[in-house]
Every structure is written in C-alpha cells, then in structure tokens.
C-alpha cells in the first residue's frame, strides 16, 4: 500500500485518504516540490501552506528511497532529519520545515529519499458519521555526490507480440532523471506517432518500462525499423535514435 501510494505520489502531488468523521476542508500547497542537499549545502527547507478555513495538522517522516526491478522500495533511514516532525498551521497560515542532512555525502552516486507530510484528521464531532478526507504529500529529496552528478538514459524498443512496443529507458548515470513525457516518430517524419505523458523518475542504475499498446492508426513498424524518441525529462529534452528489436 505505501509503496503504490509513494509511486503515484512521485511529483509531489496530493492524495486524499478517506476515513471516518467529518469533512476536512483543508487545502495544503508546498514549495519547493523537490529538496536537493550536497556536500556545500546540508541544510534545505520547504514551506507548508494551509489555504482552507481551518488549521491542520500535519506529521513528517523520511524513508529511504531505492528501486528494484522497475518498483519503487522505501526503507526507514535516519539519513535525514526534518524538523518540526509534528506541527499545527492555522488558517491561512503557513509553517517552513528545515531539512538537514545525518549523514556523509556519497563520493560518486546521488542518494534519494522521500519526505512524507501526512495531515492528521482531527477527532470525529459526537455525533457526527461520514467521510473525513486527509492529505498525504509525497516530496523527493536528493543528496548529490561529491562528482558531478548526471544521469545516462540508454533507450530501446521492444515490439510486443500483441502489436505494441515497450520503450525501456536504463539510467547508467548516477543522478536520478525524471521523464515528464516521449514521443516516437517514424522515420523521416515530424508527426509523432506514439506520445506517452508520465512523471515517473528513475534512479541511477536502474530500468524502467513503458508498455505501449497497438495502435490502429499508426501501426508499430516492424523490428530493424530506426525510429526517433523525444523525451522530456527535468534535465531537459532529449533526442535518440532507436532501433525496434523482436
């Protein structure tokens, strides 16, 4: 459960999480979306906003953050500290959390961790039965090596027995990237033939997949086709040339 919750929370977006009492009217905003630490800068923050009509709670907590096999992995850590982990923010107010670092930097490889800020629902009214809606806030934080740190993606492409194609994308740098989206164009051409908006990040020296189905207006062209992939990504766009294997 919190592994899919911390997948789809990758951004930094809000979920709600329904349990028993009354409605919750709080409406919780943060920037920056993303911390970044090094070895010149240990100590970051990010400011907690509450834009609803009453005051909220809001408790912290870091996880480690690796991948395996495509799937995210969370772990407790001690690697970073947060500070307040617990506090109140009133209407309208706002609350700025200090992140610091607990640990040595990686000489070649950027750490990652996720902070978790989970709003506490207050007690249920007496009396009162239904649904109480709290947020949950997902926040990336990376720690830089001591190296210049930059992420590698090696893409292919894969055409599936069902017609499609699997892009896969192995990140051989170590620093994180995030693809924000990726268009595939036919040879010679400027139309995209496949265009796939995602937010996922991947780690360094890890693999990830993106299975695309048959598509009846453009078909997948054959395997040995050389074929153009434009992505998006938080580093900036990238071009490649890929062939379609079997």
Not at 38 to 64: F, Y
């Amino acid at each position: 459960m919190l592994t899919q919750f911390l997948k789809q929370a990758a951004c930094g977006l809000l979920f709600l999480i329904i349990g028993a009492g009354t409605s919750s009217s709080s409406a919780i905003n943060l920037t920056p979306v993303r911390v970044t630490l090094s070895e010149s800068q240990k100590m970051g923050s990010i400011t907690v906003s509450n834009r609803g009509a009453e005051p909220v709670i809001i408790q912290m907590n870091i996880l480690g953050w690796s991948q395996r096999e495509g799937e995210d992995v969370f772990t407790a850590t001690r690697d970073i500290l947060a500070n307040p982990p617990i506090f109140t923010i009133p209407a309208g107010g706002s609350q700025i959390v200090r992140v610091g670092l607990r640990r040595a930097i990686d000489t070649q490889r950027e750490l990652s961790y996720r902070m978790i800020l989970q709003e506490l629902p207050p007690p249920p009214e007496s009396g009162l039965m239904g649904a109480q809606m709290s947020l949950r806030i997902s926040v990336p934080v990376f720690i830089l090596p001591e190296v210049t740190a930059r992420p590698v993606p090696l893409w292919q492409a894969i055409h599936t027995p069902q017609g499609g194609v699997k892009v896969t994308m192995t990140n051989t740098g170590n620093a994180h990237i995030q693809i924000l989206n990726f268009q595939l164009l036919l040879p010679g051409s400027t139309q995209s033939w496949v265009t796939k908006k995602t937010s996922d990040y991947v780690l360094p020296g890890q693999i990830f997949e993106w299975t695309l189905p048959a598509n009846s207006e453009y078909p997948t062209p054959p395997p040995g086709t050389n074929i153009r992939l434009i992505a998006q990504t938080d580093v900036g766009d990238i071009e490649a040339e890929v062939i379609i294997t079997p």
